[in-house]
């Protein structure tokens, strides 16, 4: 039972990350043009991506 | 470039390198409106285009709002940036950013972290929670209670805030609203989960059920935030489009300045066709276009000196207009606040989630607090009797009720949305539901203001463009627009008889334009053109209303023009019921009159003097076209000008109402038999968990199913 001390604060924490990541890309407006987002994947420019405004929270 | 190109970016072909970013900042950001814009093609062709100009410092369109956010290099202005743009063949308009809410979506972004957070701890809980059900021994279960306890408090303390404050805002106002039982239920879930992981006594814990239940309702909430936001930014954008400017004449010279800031005294310069932005006096005698606020169609003329209330059109030529009051005190302002506080009177209109609500909290917590006497006088024990109680309030909570509307309304205000229609007012759809009669107006609503024209050759068409702009007469006024693309010819020694028309030398030949039988006539040196003129119903007016008729609606016309006129065009459409020359009172008192009668009235209308009209009926719907107060006053407004978008609305609306009423059904069926098994003590946190997430998804898709 030992095994469940080290097993659940892991698991914890990588949940946290994913956590933590869907609030970071929340907060730098990655969810604000899903349309536009699906359609700039059709663009062949892929070694000059363009700059995302950056909205401060 | 191997893309598909949609219309809006054949004209634009090349592709260069997008726009670098330049340190913006969000403050200087200007928004440029591009209507037309619609596939990755017009991304990349919008963004090079911007990119190339010097005064263009970084460009980012979003697809979504069909606009692009453009940062200007330091000392440059947006004007380059449009003539850019227009020649390349994307429409383009300024948008006023203080009209416009901030690009992001604060509120959505917060339900969406929200619902992240639940749905992590319910993950996590969850996981954990399999352990105690497949039967984890006592020391185990107790830390497993603990770990739960700390991951799921301070999540449901961050993620069921919305519930909180809205059944809180409920409750201080003695009103029952969906959130009261569902923030009771997280709320005693917490607590009695909390109590049990402390006295350690064996029991369930709730913790899981809490959280899911949490989740499911903020997915629900999202989805309909964002199919409302969308509407809403649109009609936002409406606004912003008229930018509140105007040309102040000062002692230097022009001056462009913002409407706010304008003083009695000053004096602003008024194009032709422009709209007076603050009530003043003209300082020469003109023409004006009163029909936006009075509903006259024919143009008034008035003296030097004469005044102007905001809104009016100026006619003919421009003016120099002095300003008497400024633009908060103007004529059009006062009757937009008049339009707020009727607007207040349908606020009180209570959606079926409320009237559900009313009857719904009462019964369940009735159950939950007959179930907990019951089990306390039967058994004694009184905290197995809290734990029947909870498990009464989680598993009737009306996940699948909470969801049942919501859902509903938020896929057909979506798909509304994609067919050119915006709702604005939560109880939108519901009302529509319900309409058995509709009131169009004429002007504006039903046709379209400008006539439509014979073809005529080119010179025939300068002859007559250079005629009709030689008078202020209404029908003179109409031909000039219909010609606007031509360029008048030179003509010598014009002369204008009053009520007969008007002549001219054209190459030392008589030309004119006469008084006909059936409107005016242009006259030639060698032939005779007549030119009549008629008002141009708006595309799908007929094909709407036949349709509107067919399926039992009762359709009426209302009009401030003369009966003679307003027949005219209703036997065309085919409306037989018409009330003609009406003043703006009137409409209001008729939809009054009716509704009183027991009709509900959908009242479809685009100028001020339909707002009085439009806010007081049952349903409302405005052309996009419409002045701003009828905008604000309607729950509608259809981005088309196409008036079959009337029909649409109401078959969705109705068939809105069918799955409202489907999905009650189901979740019914769904307590029916969940309510016995919490009550009678057998539900456990697993049967509350599964149970309630399947009847919420059921819910849910049949609330998107086509």
């Known amino acids: 039972m030992n095994i469940l001390v080290v097993l659940i604060p892991v698991s914890v924490c990588l949940g946290a990350a994913g956590l933590a990541a869907c609030l970071w890309t929340l907060r730098h407006g990655q969810y604000d043009d899903l349309d536009g987002d699906a359609a700039r994947i059709l663009l062949d420019d892929a070694d000059a991506p363009p700059p995302r405004p950056l909205t401060k929270p | 470039m191997t893309l598909l190109a949609c219309p809006g970016c054949v004209a634009a072909a090349h592709v260069a390198d997008t726009a670098a970013d330049a340190g913006s900042q969000a403050a200087d950001a200007v928004y440029i409106a591009l209507p037309q814009i619609r596939c990755a093609a017009c991304i990349s062709g919008v963004e090079a285009v911007l990119a190339a100009l010097p005064s263009v410092a970084s460009a980012r369109v979003n697809l979504s709002a069909k606009r692009?956010?453009?940062?200007?290099?330091?000392?440059?202005?947006?004007?380059?940036?449009?003539?850019?743009?227009?020649?390349?063949?994307?429409?383009?308009?300024?948008?006023?950013?203080?009209?416009?809410?901030?690009?992001?979506?604060?509120?959505?972004?917060?339900?969406?972290?929200?619902?992240?957070?639940?749905?992590?701890?319910?993950?996590?809980?969850?996981?954990?929670?399999?352990?105690?059900?497949?039967?984890?021994?006592d020391a185990t279960r107790a830390m497993f209670h603990w770990v739960s306890a700390a991951i799921a408090l301070p999540a449901l303390a961050f993620s069921a805030v919305p519930f909180f404050a809205s059944a809180a805002v409920a409750l201080k106002a003695r009103r029952m609203n969906m959130d009261v039982p569902i923030a009771l239920a997280i709320v005693l879930a917490a607590a009695t989960s909390l109590y049990e992981t402390i006295a350690d006594t064996g029991a369930h814990t709730w913790f899981d059920a809490a959280l899911s239940l949490t989740f499911f309702l903020l997915v629900g909430r999202y989805l309909e935030h964002r199919a409302r936001a969308s509407a809403r930014s649109a009609a936002a954008e409406l606004t912003a489009l008229e930018l509140p400017r105007a040309t102040r004449l000062t002692a230097e010279g022009r001056e462009t300045v913002d409407v706010a800031a304008l003083c009695p005294g000053d004096r602003i310069a008024l194009a032709a066709g422009a709209r007076a932005p603050v009530d003043g006096t003209a300082e020469r005698a003109a023409m004006i276009d009163r029909s936006a606020l009075t509903g006259e169609a024919a143009p008034v003329a008035i003296a030097q000196g004469g005044a102007i209330g905001a809104g009016e059109v100026i006619l003919g030529a421009p003016l120099t207009l002095r300003v008497t009051r400024r633009a908060e005190d103007s004529a059009l302002r006062r009757l937009a606040a008049l339009v707020e506080i009727a607007e207040t009177g349908r606020h009180r209109y209570s959606g079926l989630a409320d009237r559900t609500a009313?009857?719904?909290?009462?019964?369940?917590?009735?159950?939950?607090?007959?179930?907990?006497?019951?089990?306390?006088?039967?058994?004694?024990?009184?905290?197995?009797?809290?734990?029947?109680?909870?498990?009464?309030?989680?598993?009737?909570?009306?996940?699948?009720?909470?969801?049942?509307?919501?859902?509903?309304?938020?896929?057909?205000?979506?798909?509304?949305?994609?067919?050119?229609?915006?709702?604005?007012?939560?109880?939108?759809?519901?009302?529509?539901?319900?309409?058995?009669?509709?009131?169009?107006d004429k002007t504006g609503t039903l046709t379209e203001g400008v006539a439509r024209l014979p073809?005529?050759?080119?010179?025939?068409?300068?002859?007559?463009?250079?005629?009709?702009?030689?008078?202020?007469?209404?029908?003179?006024?109409?031909?000039?627009?219909?010609?606007?693309?031509?360029?008048?010819?030179?003509?010598?020694?014009?002369?204008?008889?009053?009520?007969?028309?008007?002549?001219?030398?054209?190459d030392g030949a008589l030309v004119c334009l006469w008084r006909g039988a059936d409107g005016p006539e242009l006259h030639l040196p060698d032939r005779r053109i007549p030119l009549p003129m008629r008002e141009t119903p708006r595309p799908g007016a007929a094909e709407a209303i036949a349709r509107l008729r067919r399926d039992g609606f009762d359709v009426a016309m209302l009009t401030g023009d003369g009966a003679d006129r307003a027949a005219d065009l209703a036997a065309r459409l085919g409306i037989e019921r018409v009330h003609a020359d009406i003043r703006p009172a009137d409409k209001a008192a008729l939809v009054h009159q009716m509704a009183a009668q027991g009709k509900r009235v959908l009242m479809v209308g685009d100028g001020l003097n339909d707002t009085a009209a439009l806010a007081g009926a049952h349903a409302s719907l405005a052309p996009a076209t419409a002045l701003d107060a009828a905008r604000v006053a309607s729950d509608g407004v259809m981005l088309a000008g196409d008036l079959r978008g009337v029909c649409d609305t109401l078959d969705l609306a109705r068939r809105a109402r069918r799955r409202i009423r489907q999905n009650l059904i189901l979740a019914a069926v769904y307590n029916a038999v969940a309510i016995p098994v919490a009550v009678t003590g057998l539900a456990t946190p697993l049967m509350a968990a599964a149970v309630m997430s399947s009847s919420s998804i059921l819910v849910v898709l049949n609330a998107v199913r086509r």
């Open chain 2, 358 to 440: 009313r009857l719904y909290a009462p019964v369940v917590h009735g159950l939950a607090a007959a179930a907990f006497v019951l089990w306390w006088a039967v058994t004694g024990d009184l905290h197995h009797a809290i734990a029947v109680a909870t498990a009464t309030l989680i598993i009737t909570c009306p996940c699948a009720l909470a969801l049942a509307i919501p859902a509903v309304t938020a896929a057909m205000t979506g798909r509304l949305f994609r067919a050119g229609v915006l709702l604005k007012s939560p109880t939108a759809l519901e009302r529509l539901a319900e309409v058995d009669c509709v009131l169009f």
């Open chain 2, 68 to 137: 692009v956010r453009v940062v200007l290099s330091p000392g440059h202005d947006l004007s380059r940036a449009l003539d850019a743009l227009n020649e390349a063949g994307y429409e383009a308009h300024e948008l006023d950013a203080a009209a416009l809410r901030p690009a992001g979506d604060v509120e959505g972004r917060s339900l969406l972290a929200r619902a992240a957070v639940a749905g992590f701890a319910m993950m996590n809980v969850m996981a954990i929670s399999v352990a105690v059900w497949s039967g984890a021994g």
């Open chain 2, 455 to 506: 073809d005529l050759d080119p010179a025939a068409a300068s002859v007559a463009l250079a005629l009709a702009q030689a008078s202020d007469h209404p029908a003179s006024r109409a031909l000039a627009a219909s010609l606007a693309q031509h360029a008048p010819a030179l003509l010598e020694d014009l002369h204008e008889t009053p009520g007969a028309g008007i002549s001219g030398l054209w």
